[in-house]
């Protein structure tokens, strides 16, 4: 894969959809990504660290108060070293965070301080997705320049039907492989 070799920072936010960042984060792995788990804590109610860090071979960052591994401020180091920040799934809360600059947590102190790329999949409720304010959230996403990726349609967790599901794994990481490649579609 074009990734190989590369440093992707995994945000995972909390919705019902967390569970396939597991699979994710282990393809990524398996075709030669570097892989940093950082989990709000809303996600750690839907899988736990342990999961994540047995898949990426990393700590999970989560804590943002966690002890350092070197000097740096964990935050600091995790935003130097991406060359991908990649967010699936991502929540409207999360959406809101990163638009307005707010940063009361490990994932958004990073977002704020990378310079790397970002890539964003959301996942929630269709009318929650559908709302004026998540929508000009993600429409202020677009104008830095961030990949937003569409989410699917079908069943959704809370029992509607419609948009709102993450994309498929497959997709997110073909998107991931083509951004790298230089030839991203969305």
């Known amino acids: 894969m074009s990734y190989a070799g590369k440093t992707i920072i995994l945000g995972v936010t909390g919705s019902i959809a967390a569970y396939k960042a597991a699979d994710l984060t282990s393809r990524l792995i398996q075709n030669g990504a570097q892989v940093h788990v950082v989990m709000t804590e809303a996600a750690r109610e839907f899988i736990t660290p342990l999961t994540m860090g047995t898949l990426s071979r990393n700590p999970v960052g989560g804590d943002f108060w966690e002890t ?29 965070k990163f638009a307005q600059g707010l940063a009361p947590d ?6 704020l301080a990378t310079k790397a790329p970002v890539m964003i999949a959301p996942a929630m409720n269709g009318k929650m997705l559908d709302h004026p304010a998540t929508q000009a959230n993600i429409e202020i996403l ?5 990949q937003i990726l569409p989410t699917d349609e079908g069943m959704l967790a809370c029992g509607y039907k419609g948009a709102g599901k ?21």
């Open 68 to 96: 350092e591994s070197s000097w740096q401020p964990g935050h600091i180091e995790l935003a130097d070293k991406a060359d991908l920040l990649l967010v699936a799934p991502a929540t409207a809360h999360t959406l809101a």
């Open 166 to 186: 993450l994309a498929a794994v497959d997709y997110i990481e073909q998107q991931v492989a083509q951004f790298f490649d230089g030839r991203s579609t969305v």
């Open 142 to 146: 677009r104008s830095r320049g961030h």
């Open 106 to 111: 490990l994932l958004s102190n990073i977002y």
